[in-house]
């Protein structure tokens, strides 16, 4: 390890626990792209570039699925709705 470029980096996580996992992933993948050009050797590049394209596809599956899990409450509320208009009290006046 290169003890001159070993610089203390300091950052805070905020929101629920998926914003803060989000965002952790987020500096790990930065983290593995900039020390991609360490000077390392090719092995650990290579590793590197695998970890950092493996946070990318996990963060996508994250957005992918709040996509999803919000078409699903949207799709749900107007199932809801729908069948709420059966019922006589429900009705609009």
């Known amino acids: 390890m290169h003890n ?3 610089v203390p980096d300091k950052f805070t996580l905020s929101g629920d626990h ?3 996992l989000r965002q952790a ?3 790990a993948g930065h983290q593995a792209r900039v020390a991609q050009h360490g000077g ?3 092995n650990i590049e290579d590793a590197l570039a695998d970890i950092e394209e493996a946070i990318g596809t996990q963060l996508a ?3 992918t699925a709040l996509d999803d899990d919000k078409a699903e ?3 749900t509320a107007e199932a809801l709705r729908a069948r709420r ?3 006589p ?3 609009a006046a």
């Open 89 to 91: 009290r429900y009705r």
């Open 73 to 75: 409450a949207e799709d």
């Open 25 to 27: 992933l987020k500096v």
């Open 40 to 42: 390392y050797g090719r």
């Open 61 to 63: 599956r994250i957005e």
């Open 18 to 20: 998926l914003d803060r």
């Open 85 to 87: 208009s059966w019922f």
């Open 4 to 6: 001159q470029n070993v």
